[in-house]
Structures are given as C-alpha cells and as structure tokens.
C-alpha cells in the first residue's frame, strides 16, 4: 500500500510540474489558449511566473498592485488554493506542489543518518507564520523578496537549464540571494533533511498562508482533514517518522499538527492499523501552534 | 504552556527578522551581482538612446557568489521599450567581448544564434526582461583589473541603424588597487583592449 501511495504523489506532483512549469507550463497554456494571452505576457514564453503564487501573498496588502489580477487573472491561483485549503487542506503542497515535491523524493535516495532531525529541536510552523508576516510586510521596507529567494523560479531554471543543455544560462544561480535560495530550499533543507521538506517547514509562504486556511477549515464539521482513532493506535510512531512536515509528534500517542499537515496522507499509508484516515467531521481538539500541546483524540 | 507559547512567539519573531534580513542582504548585493537596465529606444532620433552604465566589480560581490559562483556574471534587460513611431526588429550585440556569453530571452520569438527577436517591435510596446546575457568569465582573464569594457548595442535588424547603447564593464579593483600601490608590477596588458575585444 505504501509502496503504491509513493507512486500516485510522486505522479501528482510530476503533474503539478508539468502544469506550473516550463518548458510545459499547461496550466498557463491552456488558459492562454481559452481566453487569449493578456497583454505583454503575449509575446512571452510561459513560465512559473504567469501563475506566480509567491506575488499575490505579498501583494494582499498592495492595493496598488491588485489591478495585476485583472491583467493576468491566472494570478489568482493562490486564492483558489487557499479556499481548497479551507475544505480539504493544503493539496497543492502535498501532491502539486513540484518545489515542495522533487527535494523531498530525491531525498529519499540519501540515508537518514546523513540527514539533519530537526523535528524536535525547533518550532517550524512559528518560525514559518514568521517569516510569512515578514514576507508581507517587507513591501513597506522596499524589499523585494519573492523573485529573489523564490523557489519555484529556482527549480523552473535548473530543470529548464537540464532540458535545454543550457547549463551557463541558470538565472537563479548567478547572485547570492539565488544561491542562498538553492542551497537552503534544495541541498541543507531539501536533500539533507528529514522528509526533504525543511524549506516548507521553516519558509515558505505559500505554505504558510494555505495552513492558516487549513487551520481555521479544520473546525468545522464539513472539511476534510487527518483523523486519529485512538482505540487502533498501537503508538508505534511510524506516522510521526513517515511525515514529511514534521506534522505529528508522539506523547505518547500521536498529536498532529495543522500548521504544519499537508494532506499528503503518507501518515495514512504508513500507519500498520489503520488508525488514520482522511474524512470529514467535527474535530474538538486543535492543536496550536506547538504539537504536543493537546493530544489527539480523534472523535468523529 | 507558557513557555510553549514563549517559544512559539520566539521563534516567530525569529522568523520575521530572518526573513528582512534577508531581504536587506538581497537589497544589498543585488545590484552589484546581477546589474539590470531599462531603455526606450526611438528610431526617429539622431543619437542612440544610452541607458546608466552597468558595471561589476569581481571583488565586491556577496560572499555566497563570491564563494561559489564568482565567475558568472548575469546582466538583464528588465524592459525595453519602443517610443518610436515605426516598428523595428531588435538585434543584440556585445561591442568589444572576447569573454564566453550564453544568452538568453523571455521572448518567444527570439532566435538565439541571430540574437534577434524575430518579430516586428510596435511602437509604444514595451517588452519585459528581453534579454538575459550571462558572461564567463575563463581563468586567464580572472588577474585582470578590467576583465571587460564595453558595451550593449541594440541595433534595427532592417536598418543596421544602432538603437540604443548600455555600457558594461566588468572589473577587479582588489587587482587594480594591488596594481596601483605596487609600483614593480605593471599594469600593461591588463587593461582594456587586451583581450581582443
């Protein structure tokens, strides 16, 4: 079963590159296709940046910037995700999200004892709503962070670069705030990692901003989120070492966290007694910001 | 509990001043590593337009470039903008390079090998990053004081006519001030024009 999840989120995400990223960009070509390619963007290649989901968080508070999403409406895709956030969770970083995706599977390839466990030695979601606050709000500094340390731009040059047997033209990798962006996201945070997802852990704001959806989302009755039933929980903390974010901590049974939870259900396929499951339903106990502060108790 | 939420307050803080500080550190080096130009190009004018000159200094670069990818220097056109009143197609090319370039474009219809972009340019369209070069810089001329002067012509395919003129240099003032306080070594063969640009 573990086996066969691992092959559906890595072809989902394989999918999620193929949609955002050049060279394909689907996504960007099948709206441009439908409704017309908008202004200058029609004499451009496709790129990550037509559905840049990094922008629209920093711009939230830039009115002036707002007309942006009448010039390119495929700017809106952050919004779109936060409201699946709301109902189902953070999807598109679980299953879509190619930069999030690609260093936690190649990271796989690397031996755990070659790997920083900084699961219990820092508080990552806290220091994610962090950096999410200031990622907003260095607009008023004039900073421009987004394209500097961006991710998915990171990933679209070295992927394109690879394609194209362009290596001298890697755009990301030619200025400090680029390299920084490579090494921390892909290499100490990515590869060098446990779950290869240290950058989503500790920064990124895309992340950051659906987990607030999921967070205020799992209150309710009606939204799907990971459940715990304590009466087939044999406490033996596969899911807490199988979970890419960090999301669940035993004390002595397992606590999650929403802050930090995906959806990517590895939990789930992890867990040996099906204590896990993905469903609707009232949850009455919410973690905070801390896991362990309240412990799981699963009541659906 | 309260020192959880102590902690969790902490690490916020941690993580907003992480990221301004990073932003700052982009602020910073930014200029110096990857300098960018815009310029408006008017075919009707009798002089090229010429935009502020770029210039990088080898030895004054940030310490995660300087430390692993000293050697590549990126230079960007943000926007290129036609207040002309007659189309024109855009050729690129470096006055006086000798240096390994790769280029590169957001345009789709750039041609690579003729450094054009193969349409014509409207009057009062504005392109956005145009134009991407990446010079090499090989070991030979690393020891140089100036590694590269000269410059961007952006010139009318149909015409020949020059355009516009961004003025690039690239130089090394840790060589040129060694250079300078060490009267034994000279500085012949070291400045402009010695690598056959």
């Given at each position: 079963?573990?086996?066969?999840?691992?092959?559906?989120?890595?072809?989902?995400?394989?999918?999620?590159?193929?949609?955002?990223?050049?060279?394909?960009?689907?996504?960007?070509?099948?709206?441009?296709?439908?409704?017309?390619?908008?202004?200058?963007?029609?004499?451009?290649?496709?790129?990550?940046?037509?559905?840049?989901?990094?922008?629209?968080?920093?711009?939230?508070?830039?009115?002036?910037?707002?007309?942006?999403?009448?010039?390119?409406?495929?700017?809106?895709?952050?919004?779109?995700?936060?409201?699946?956030?709301?109902?189902?969770?953070?999807?598109?970083?679980?299953?879509?999200?190619?930069?999030?995706?690609?260093?936690?599977?190649?990271?796989?390839?690397?031996?755990?004892?070659?790997?920083?466990?900084?699961?219990?030695?820092?508080?990552?979601?806290?220091?994610?709503?962090?950096?999410?606050?200031?990622?907003?709000?260095?607009?008023?500094?004039?900073?421009?962070?987004?394209?500097?340390?961006?991710?998915?731009?990171?990933?679209?040059?070295?992927?394109?670069?690879?394609?194209?047997?362009?290596?001298?033209?890697?755009?990301?990798?030619t200025f400090s705030a680029g390299?920084?962006?490579?090494?921390?996201?892909?290499?100490?945070?990515?590869?060098?990692?446990?779950?290869?997802?240290?950058?989503?852990?500790?920064?990124?704001?895309?992340?950051?901003?659906?987990?607030?959806?999921?967070?205020?989302?799992?209150?309710?009755?009606?939204?799907?989120?990971?459940?715990?039933?304590?009466?087939?929980?044999?406490?033996?903390?596969?899911?807490?070492?199988?979970?890419?974010m960090w999301a669940i901590k035993?004390?002595?049974?397992?606590?999650?966290?929403?802050?930090?939870?995906?959806?990517?259900?590895?939990?789930?396929?992890?867990?040996?007694?099906?204590?896990?499951?993905?469903?609707?339903?009232?949850?009455?106990?919410?973690?905070?910001?801390?896991?362990?502060?309240?412990?799981?108790?699963?009541?659906? | 509990?309260?020192?959880?939420?102590?902690?969790?307050?902490?690490?916020?803080?941690?993580?907003?001043?992480?990221?301004?500080?990073?932003?700052?550190?982009?602020?910073?080096?930014?200029?110096?590593?990857?300098?960018?130009?815009?310029?408006?190009?008017?075919?009707?004018?009798?002089?090229?337009?010429?935009?502020?000159?770029?210039?990088?200094?080898?030895?004054?670069?940030?310490?995660?470039?300087?430390?692993?990818?000293?050697?590549?220097?990126?230079?960007?056109?943000?926007?290129?903008?036609?207040?002309?009143?007659?189309?024109?197609?855009?050729?690129?090319?470096?006055?006086?390079?000798s240096l390994p370039v790769t280029?590169?474009?957001?345009?789709?219809?750039?041609?690579?090998?003729?450094?054009?972009?193969?349409?014509?340019?409207?009057?009062?369209?504005?392109?956005?990053?145009?134009?991407?070069?990446?010079?090499?810089?090989?070991?030979?001329?690393?020891?140089?004081?100036?590694?590269?002067?000269?410059?961007?012509?952006?010139?009318?395919?149909?015409?020949?006519?020059?355009?516009?003129?961004?003025?690039?240099?690239?130089?090394?003032?840790?060589?040129?001030?060694?250079?300078?306080?060490?009267?034994?070594?000279?500085?012949?063969?070291?400045?402009?024009?010695?690598?056959?640009?």
């Open positions: 079963m573990r086996s066969f999840h691992w092959f559906k989120r890595l072809s989902t995400i394989f999918l999620g590159f193929i949609l955002f990223f050049t060279p394909f960009a689907l996504l960007t070509r099948l709206s441009f296709w439908v409704t017309g390619k908008p202004g200058s963007l029609a004499t451009q290649k496709a790129s990550c940046g037509d559905t840049c989901l990094l922008h629209p968080v920093e711009w939230t508070v830039q009115p002036a910037n707002w007309i942006r999403f009448l010039e390119n409406p495929l700017l809106l895709t952050t919004f779109v995700l936060v409201f699946v956030a709301f109902l189902f969770g953070p999807l598109f970083c679980g299953w879509l999200c190619a930069a999030g995706g690609v260093p936690e599977f190649l990271g796989r390839i690397i031996p755990n004892r070659f790997k920083l466990d900084l699961r219990n030695s820092t508080e990552p979601s806290a220091i994610r709503y962090g950096f999410l606050v200031g990622f907003v709000a260095s607009s008023f500094y004039g900073l421009h962070i987004s394209c500097a340390y961006c991710q998915y731009a990171t990933l679209q040059d070295i992927t394109t670069a690879f394609m194209a047997g362009n290596f001298g033209g890697i755009n990301h990798l390299l920084i962006t490579f090494l921390t996201w892909f290499v100490i945070f990515g590869l060098f990692t446990k779950g290869g997802r240290g950058w989503c852990n500790y920064v990124c704001p895309v992340g950051a901003s659906q987990s607030i959806f999921h967070w205020v989302g799992a209150k309710f009755g009606f939204t799907y989120k990971m459940r715990f039933i304590p009466e087939k929980c044999i406490e033996c903390g596969t899911c807490a070492e199988r979970c890419p035993m004390n002595p049974g397992p606590n999650r966290n929403y802050h930090a939870c995906i959806g990517c259900r590895e939990c789930k396929a992890a867990c040996p007694n099906r204590a896990i499951s993905y469903a609707r339903g009232v949850d009455s106990e919410m973690t905070l910001l801390v896991p362990g502060v309240v412990q799981a108790t699963g009541k659906d | 509990m309260q020192s959880k939420v102590a902690i969790t307050i902490l690490s916020m803080i941690v993580g907003f001043v992480l990221i301004i500080t990073a932003g700052y550190y982009r602020e910073s080096t930014m200029k110096k590593e990857a300098p960018n130009f815009m310029v408006s190009l008017n075919s009707a004018a009798e002089e090229a337009a010429e935009s502020w000159p770029l210039t990088v200094d080898l030895s004054d670069l940030g310490f995660t470039k300087k430390v692993l990818r000293p050697w590549t220097i990126h230079v960007r056109a943000n926007s290129i903008t036609n207040e002309g009143n007659e189309p024109v197609q855009l050729k690129f090319s470096l006055a006086n390079n280029w590169d474009s957001r345009q789709l219809a750039w041609d690579k090998n003729a450094k054009t972009v193969a349409r014509p340019f409207l009057p009062g369209e504005s392109m956005k990053y145009p134009l991407s070069i990446y010079f090499h810089i090989p070991q030979k001329y690393r020891q140089q004081a100036i590694i590269y002067n000269g410059g961007l012509e952006i010139s009318d395919v149909n015409t020949g006519r020059i355009l516009a003129y961004v003025p690039i240099k690239l130089t090394n003032s840790k060589i040129s001030n060694s250079k300078t306080s060490n009267s034994e070594m000279s500085t012949e063969g070291h400045g402009e024009g010695v690598c056959d640009r």
